[in-house]
């Protein structure tokens, strides 16, 4: 594109404020972590918070080899969920794309569908439980809901039908190429930025997720990251408000309450944080690698 | 041609290789789904149960589930033939969970209803047992007693049995006993939540930065739990429909009651003098975090402990301040309140007798129960020599292998667990004295059912979540909006539940 | 001459097969993941009953779907639900072609990687500490803008959680706040995927760089913007449940602005936890956005066939 400095100036800037009004609220809740429990509610939320506490992260230090046990789990499950999903959602969208595909509108609204109506957890549970058996193994975690999604599907989909010229693929079919090789030579890399993008949403969705967690997980071993800080913070909470009808016994608790919550976000995106800058640049490397492996 | 066909082969090695993933992992299955399965066949000659319980502490790791497990798998072989498998499911997704796990056909005989009596009976979760207790169980039915028994019926079939503990809940207000004795404040005074008014007033003035009474969680200042001789007929305490009060057998809309009235007078006058947290309808606090803060003086709510134990076992996480208790009101007991958390057997089991012949062991078996709420002695708790357990040497609730402590409210016979160190024996007698000596509810044992009024129930919670908060907060005005409120409760079908609670209610008491 | 047709269809027929087969794992996985729960769609005509399960239980005709309509709520929730999500699709769309349109700009230097990266991170939290964010500016007592800004401009403090006229905005701010980054993703995608050449040709012709983003960029998007509100309109009886719960946290005074479908079946089924009720309540959603999206559809199909969704 065309360079023009005073539009790049001015491009920068608004992006700045943008960032800004992004980042500020996140900054409060790392501030929030780190103040002691006693500002927050005596002073509420503040960035320059009175008195400063480790003592939210000390708490979940004690948590130890699980913390680390669960991140272990989610950076698996997110890698390889990431890897098969976006394979199987380009292969899926490519066909889609071909005007001379016969079933395209079919296929299309096929895939639709999905996004429309969705039958609830109770029969997709018995489903993966019963036939499948994936309860309580890693796959849990990755195969239900989340490998081809319609939204992702109709992103590759509208990509390749309005970037990439049908006389691309003629040409190669005259060459005598098959379908595969087309898609495989042709169509994955072409389709870098939206491969890009799809990875980043289904990345996202397995890192954020917890209810498959919830849903099929009993065994702590297993715990993503996302529902080991979901329990942690509902045990709180579950023990905070039943004290008070008298579920418990007279059991002395002594229970960190806002600063370990936002330590838990802190937590959770700290690893994003980090190597997301690396991620966005791997990503995009990896996935054609992977794909022209096949 | 070759290539496609290499394209064939790749796509179908993709699928087996997908579904191979799927069913090698269904073999590495970990130890308690191992456990069901050896259930299912039937191992050796003891009947299989499973017991699925709610636990606010960690979910112990499977060896050391194990390990207890075994240890009452060793009494309950000898005593009543039967193999239990432990299910600990925590506190926050136990409901869903069960249900999920009760409907995809997965093992559980026995679960507990945490506040969802007349749902499990509804929508059939729950065994009827009531033939049941009198052979597998008799000794737990007499400890429970035919009127708490009651409490857990339908239609003269028991589904549930009550955990045994102290129930019978007494509204008080925890307050800051440093500043109460620095202010020369005689808490002896107060008798009713009224009473309350001038001490808070006194503290405000004192300590102008301070704000008297917290909320006890969003929504909630403690006023809920103050109408005295009020029997909800098995509603949620937040959101109450139609009710028995002053011991009458009329079902009474609260909302236009004068006692209702005046609850929220008090609570708008207490908002208007700044005397309570102005956000407690919204607040992201609860009671303990507010008290810890220091900018509190006190809260109320309801306890089913001695004034003393309640102040001393609240300090710790209230902030270490110095905190006493004093009741604002008498104990009172409902149905509610005894069935709130009752033991079920799924209506799924294919073993009845034996899950109820366990249940039976979880109320009468010193020892079982033990091995349920602490583990193993020596490796989770160490006795003392006054009777009381604590945590071994350098451990922690956290630490420890196995301990579900903190779900000793919950797991069948309170009385008969060790007591935590720190605690005072004696107050178990006056624990099981309340119990016996509360006002009880002329209605005790009624249960509604709600079946065919879900239309409306769904419509009158929503007018309730939005206004009751409010109105018993004192943020909203109750001159012009306690009008507005039952005029939107009755648009949305509130009289349909009032009547038909009557009517049920009529036909339960002419039984 | 038969013969030759024949032949010719088989050939016709054997053309789509590896196409198929590249979809065909796709396809698969919808099938077991998506179609076969639909099945599910039993349970909102059904009394459910744990021993009779969902094919046994007792048929109950339309008795689930009744409490969505007999309350005086039901308009209520249905024109907030329609108009935030309305309002979602237009602001949104209008946002993230904007930040997409700026960050293309700027090309591939370092602070763009950085400016996506943190516009990015609010999607990473949840609606509970989004909640917990927005309770910690609007709080009464010592939220930041009474306690701070207000105070500073020397005004009386407002009780933003009763201010039922903020929220609209408040609501609308905080779901752009949330979604702004990742929205604009898809859109930076499809700019990147613009054949430069346009562009080149277009500077030596001396268009301006705002005639180029009006001429070129715009156009170039316009299938995107189709096909992506064309989703959302599929998906416009639905609500983000935590926006509209957690972030108001659940507070009565706001319900006629904050109260939706998802967040009014939530409140009336919390204690009644009906599987029949709440599976009714996904199919009425469900069938309202269908019928909203074959229109939607249609219209597309007639004035741009090429960008219709099918």
Not at chain 2, 164 to 174: D, E, G, S
């Amino acid at each position: 594109m065309t360079e023009s400095r005073p539009f790049n100036r001015a491009a920068t800037i608004l992006l700045t404020i943008f960032v800004i009004i992004a980042v500020l609220p996140i900054l409060l809740i790392v501030i929030a972590s780190f103040t002691s429990e006693d500002a927050l509610i005596r002073n509420g939320y503040s960035y320059f918070p009175q008195s400063w506490s480790l003592d939210a992260y000390y708490y979940m230090v004690k948590q130890g080899i699980t913390i680390v046990r669960s991140y272990a789990v989610s950076f698996f499950v997110t890698i390889v969920g990431t890897a098969l999903s976006v394979l199987l959602t380009t292969m899926l969208a490519y066909p889609m794309s071909r005007k001379s595909f016969k079933y395209r509108n079919v296929l299309a609204f096929f895939v639709f569908f999905t996004m429309l109506y969705n039958g609830g957890i109770v029969p997709s549970y018995i489903m993966w439980t019963k036939i499948f058996h994936i309860k309580n193994t890693i796959w849990a975690l990755i195969i239900p809901n989340y490998l081809v999604t319609a939204f992702n599907v109709i992103l590759v989909k509208n990509y390749y039908a309005n970037s990439i010229p049908d006389s691309l693929v003629e040409a190669a079919q005259i060459d005598g190429a098959t379908e595969f090789t087309i898609f495989r030579k042709i169509m994955l890399p072409l389709a870098v930025p939206t491969v890009a993008t799809i990875s980043l949403f289904t990345g996202l969705c397995y890192w954020n997720d917890w209810t498959n967690g919830l849903y099929y997980i009993d065994n702590e071993k297993l715990y993503s990251i996302q529902q080991l800080l979901m329990k942690i913070m509902n045990n709180i909470q579950a023990l905070r408000t039943n004290s008070n009808a008298a579920l418990l016994g007279t059991g002395a608790v002594d229970l960190p309450g806002t600063s370990i919550r936002m330590a838990m976000a802190v937590i959770g995106i700290l690893p994003i944080m980090l190597i997301y800058p690396f991620v966005q640049k791997y990503l995009v490397k990896g996935v054609v690698v992977g794909a022209v492996k096949g | 041609m070759k290539k496609r066909i290499l394209a064939v082969i790749m796509v179908a090695a993709m699928i087996t290789g997908l579904t191979a993933c799927s069913s090698s992992s269904g073999e590495t299955k970990d130890g308690t789904e191992a456990d069901t399965e050896d259930a299912d066949s039937g191992e050796g000659s003891y009947d299989q149960v499973v017991y699925a319980f709610s636990t606010f502490n960690n979910i112990p790791a499977d060896e050391d589930l194990d390990t207890v497990e075994e240890a009452i798998n060793e009494i309950t072989r000898e005593k009543i033939g039967v193999e239990v498998t432990l299910k600990p499911i925590s506190i926050a997704d136990y409901s869903s969970k069960v249900s999920l796990a009760l409907q995809g056909g997965e093992k559980i005989d026995i679960f507990q209803s945490l506040g969802d009596f007349n749902n499990c009976v509804a929508t059939d979760m729950a065994y009827d047992i009531t033939s049941l207790l009198g052979s597998c169980a008799p000794e737990t039915k007499k400890l429970v007693g035919v009127d708490w028994l009651a409490a857990c019926s339908s239609d003269g079939r028991v589904y549930g049995i009550p955990t045994y503990k102290p129930i019978a809940l007494t509204p008080m207000v925890i307050y800051r006993q440093d500043i109460a004795d620095e202010l020369g404040i005689d808490m002896s005074t107060v008798n009713s939540v009224e009473d309350l008014t001038p001490i808070l007033e006194q503290v405000k003035e004192a300590y102008p930065e301070l704000t008297p009474l917290a909320p006890v969680q969003t929504g909630q200042i403690g006023l809920h739990t103050c109408f005295e001789d009020t029997d909800y007929l098995t509603d949620d305490m937040f959101s109450p429909i139609g009710v028995l009060m002053n011991g009458e057998m009329t079902v009474t809309d609260l909302y236009s009651t004068d006692e209702f009235k005046a609850m929220c007078d008090l609570a708008r006058n207490w908002y208007n003098e700044g005397l309570v947290m102005k956000d407690s309808a919204t607040t992201t606090s609860t009671a303990a975090e507010c008290m810890s803060s220091g900018n509190y003086f006190g809260y109320i709510a309801a306890y089913s402990y001695p004034e003393k134990d309640t102040a001393a076992s609240l300090m710790a996480q209230c902030g270490g301040y110095e905190l006493g208790a004093k009741m604002v009101g008498d104990a009172y007991l409902s149905t509610s309140d005894v069935n709130s958390v009752s033991w079920m057997v799924a209506s799924t089991t294919d073993v009845p007798e034996a899950a109820v012949k366990f249940l039976n062991l979880t109320y009468t078996d010193e020892a079982v129960i033990n091995l349920l709420i602490y583990g193993i002695e020596g490796r989770d708790y160490i006795k003392n020599d006054d009777g009381t357990v604590s945590y071994p040497e350098g451990e922690d609730s956290t630490t420890v292998p196995y301990t579900a402590q903190l779900s000793c409210g919950t797991l069948g016979n309170f009385f008969e667990m060790y007591p935590m160190q720190g605690t005072d024996p004696a107050s178990l007698d006056w624990e099981l004295e309340q119990n016996k000596s509360a006002k009880t509810s002329s209605a005790m044992g009624f249960t509604f059912d709600s079946g065919n009024l879900k239309t409306q129930y769904t419509a009158v919670s929503n007018v309730i979540s939005q206004y009751l908060p409010g109105l018993l907060c004192g943020s909203l005005d109750p001159e012009t909006e306690i009008s507005k409120f039952v005029g939107a409760l009755n648009d949305a079908g509130y009289q349909d539940i009032l009547s038909a609670k009557q009517e049920q209610l009529d036909a339960w008491s002419a039984e | 001459m038969e013969k030759a047709v024949t032949i010719k269809r088989k050939q016709r027929k054997f053309k789509e097969l590896p196409l198929l087969l590249i979809a065909l794992p796709g396809i698969l996985y919808l099938i077991i993941n998506n179609y076969i729960p639909m099945l599910g769609i039993f349970l909102a005509f059904k009394d459910y009953s744990f021993i009779k399960g969902i094919f046994g239980s007792d048929w109950c005709g339309f008795d689930n779907f009744k409490f969505l309509f007999k309350t005086g709520d039901a308009w209520k929730m249905t024109r907030n639900t329609i108009l935030y999500n309305l309002a979602f699709i237009v602001i949104g769309t209008v946002l993230a072609i904007l930040v997409a349109v700026l960050i293309c700009e700027l090309g591939k230097r370092m602070r763009v990687k950085i400016f996506q990266a943190a516009l990015l991170l609010p999607n990473m939290l949840s609606w509970v500490v989004i909640g917990y964010i927005v309770y910690a500016f609007l709080n009464a007592d010592t939220g930041f803008i009474n306690n701070t800004i207000l105070k500073f401009l020397k005004l009386d403090p407002i009780s933003w959680y009763s201010f039922t006229g903020a929220w609209p905005a408040i609501l609308v701010s905080v779901f752009l706040w949330k979604n702004l980054g990742y929205q604009s993703i898809i859109f930076t995608a499809s700019i990147a995927g613009i054949d430069k050449s346009i562009y080149e040709a277009a500077a030596i012709d001396g268009a301006s760089k705002m005639k180029q983003i009006f001429y070129i960029t715009l156009p170039m998007l316009k299938p995107t913007v189709i096909i992506l509100t064309l989703m959302s309109i599929g998906r416009i009886f639905y609500s983000d449940f935590g926006l509209f719960y957690q972030v108001p946290q659940n507070s009565g005074a706001l319900y006629g602005v904050t109260q939706t479908i998802d967040t009014y079946v939530y409140r009336g089924l919390m204690e009644l936890n009906d599987v029949g009720m709440s599976a009714a309540a996904g199919v009425y959603q469900s069938v309202i956005g269908f019928v909203l999206v074959l229109l939607a559809n249609k219209i597309v199909r007639k004035y741009d066939a090429e960008n219709a969704l099918f």
